[in-house]
């Protein structure tokens, strides 16, 4: 039998197979009954999942991060669909094809690697080339930047869409520089690269994705600046060069800026017009994939609207 991936599933099918688990918990219901939720996934998506009439056992015989073989059946509830789970066990490594979990592939990911360093090495200015070699030349930072995701649930949000988010955003950068030529492109490319570098270490993301004890701490602007004092050193270094101090400042200032509004994070208000550029780029990506993923994932296939998203005040156009 071929895999039914979430993105599949319907009311009322029947399910038997494996999915990533996460997020899972052990509750009460209202008349003191405990039952299991949890969020299981693949590449294509997340569905919640109930087990009702759970116990301790049920709960500890997984971890989050773990596979598990399901069999339940799928239920239209406020609109969404749930999963619920009559059986869940811990797969064996045989039911378990890595592939079906990972929403980029190994060849996706070396593809846009490889974009995004000819973006960056087109970089010219002396002090921002050198540190573009310090980031690149970086093994270990650019491994866990082409791995790492974008976040934890809104954008994003699987291994790789860090590299994803960078690269779309450079790409559409590269864009529209020539209509806005008061816009420095190559700091703006280096704002990019840097906004969400700290994620690498905000997040752990071998299966599960949590915030690690730093990043929860510390938080990824903040890890994103360590980073670039770091990288300033080693620009130096490999350009024989002292790095200009107030750019090194503009580039703080668009790691510390890039949420734009103090009310979703920001640490600062963008200050530059590279810094109001970013935040408008970010904002746009993540909005983009947010919203397709939400009408990628309406179970309503008979209505070209989804349904109401309280988080957005609104509903959302599928289209014809």
């Known amino acids: ?13 029947t399910v038997e197979q494996v999915f990533l688990a996460s997020n899972k918990q ?23 999942t109930r087990k009702w009439n759970a116990s301790e056992t049920d709960y500890k015989s997984f971890e989050n991060g773990d596979f598990v073989y399901v069999d339940g059946t799928v239920q239209l509830f406020q609109g969404n669909l749930q999963l619920i789970a009559q059986r869940l066990r811990t797969a064996r490594p045989d039911e378990v ?14 593809r846009m690697r490889d974009r995004l360093i000819g973006v960056l090495r087109g970089v010219k200015s002396p002090a921002l080339a050198a540190l573009v070699e310090a980031y690149l030349g970086d093994e270990v930072f650019m491994e866990k930047f082409c791995r790492a995701p974008a976040g934890m ?3 994003h949000a699987y291994q ?8 779309n955003m450079m790409e559409v950068a590269a864009l529209i520089a020539p209509r806005y030529p008061q816009l420095n492109l190559e700091k703006l490319l ?12 905000e997040l752990s993301y071998d299966r599960e994705i949590a915030y690690t004890d730093e990043g929860q701490m510390l938080g990824h602007m903040c890890q994103a600046i360590s980073h670039l004092e770091q990288k300033a050193k080693d620009a130096e270094r490999r350009g024989q060069i002292a790095f200009p101090p107030v750019l090194l400042m503009e580039l ?55 349904q109401y998203f309280p988080n957005l005040d609104r509903k959302l156009w599928k289209g014809v």
């Open 1 to 13: 039998m071929s895999r039914r991936f979430v993105s599949q599933l319907n009311h009322n099918e």
């Open 26 to 48: 052990l509750r009460p219901n209202r008349q003191g009954n405990l039952y299991l939720q949890l969020d299981l996934s693949d590449r294509s998506g997340t569905i919640a």
């Open 97 to 110: 094809d890595e592939s079906d979990y990972q929403t980029l592939q190994s060849d996706d990911v070396c």
């Open 153 to 155: 649930k809104n954008h």
């Open 160 to 167: 790789g869409g860090l590299l994803e988010h960078s690269l």
């Open 190 to 201: 280096l704002g990019v690269l840097l906004h969400d570098s700290g994620k690498v270490d």
């Open 252 to 306: 703080k200032h668009m790691i510390l800026s890039h949420h734009g509004e103090y009310a979703y994070g920001s640490a600062k208000l963008p200050m530059t017009l590279e810094a109001v550029a970013l935040h408008q780029l970010d904002n746009l990506d993540a909005k983009l994939a947010s919203m397709s993923g939400l009408i990628n994932d309406c179970p309503n296939t008979d209505s070209r609207w989804t």
